[in-house]
């Protein structure tokens, strides 16, 4: 798979994709990311990006122009598997099931906005999705691109150990978590300054090993996510 991101910041990006599960992923093949400066979309000697917003008011605004420049210039023959999402706190909300489905495009191309946003023909007729990574606002999409891309690189085929591992974590709907919380982790030492790992993951029963874990997941959910809890039937009302 394939990711460009279009930033004024490509500087950024040394950190967040140089460890772990992504940068693995980009070792083997599986990944692909291409960080691309705006300003080398800009004409003018400033290397201007932004302008004031029309009818006044604070801030500045990303400039169409260098935008559709950018993604025209590295998609001169744009087909319609080559998508491009605007991070933006006005987007629809990313999670797991987005992600999931983000996995299996083939090239993603991410528009990172700063200042007061984005000139609004971006949004309009350029970008074929806004997706915004939480309630908040950042200073800019460029550690929203990072969540993305990091959320979408463990899913892809190939890329963690095991082909299922992903099935088991948290919020995966058709995972064994089945749209809940993973179940708590415990390791050595057994005992550690008095608080003990649950016996009954010392034992080695497979099956009440399994019973165990999703109990307290369930359990784990109620106290800090019941609105991820299906809705109770009537009879357990
Ligand atoms: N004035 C905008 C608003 O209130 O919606 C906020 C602009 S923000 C300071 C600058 C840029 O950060 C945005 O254009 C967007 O790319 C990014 N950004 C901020 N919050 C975000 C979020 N929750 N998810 C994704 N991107 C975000």
Known sequence: MIFHVLTIFPEFFAGPFAHGVVSRARDIGILDIRIHNLRDWTSDRHKTV???PFGGGEGMVLKPEPLFLAVESIWPQRTAAQKVLLLSAQGRRFDQAMANGLSREAELLLICGRYEGVDERVAAHLADDEISIGNYVLSGGELAAAVVIDTVARLLPGVLGNETSAAFDSFQESGHTEGLLDCPHWTRPADFRG??????????????????????????TARLRPDLLPPARPEEE
């Not at 608080?195 to 784990?220: C, D, M, T, Y």
């Open 50 to 52: 932004d302008d004031r």
């Open 195 to 220: 608080w003990k790992a649950p016996e009954v993951l010392l034992n080695g029963n497979h099956e009440e090993i399994r019973r165990f874990r999703s109990q307290a997941a369930r359990e784990k």
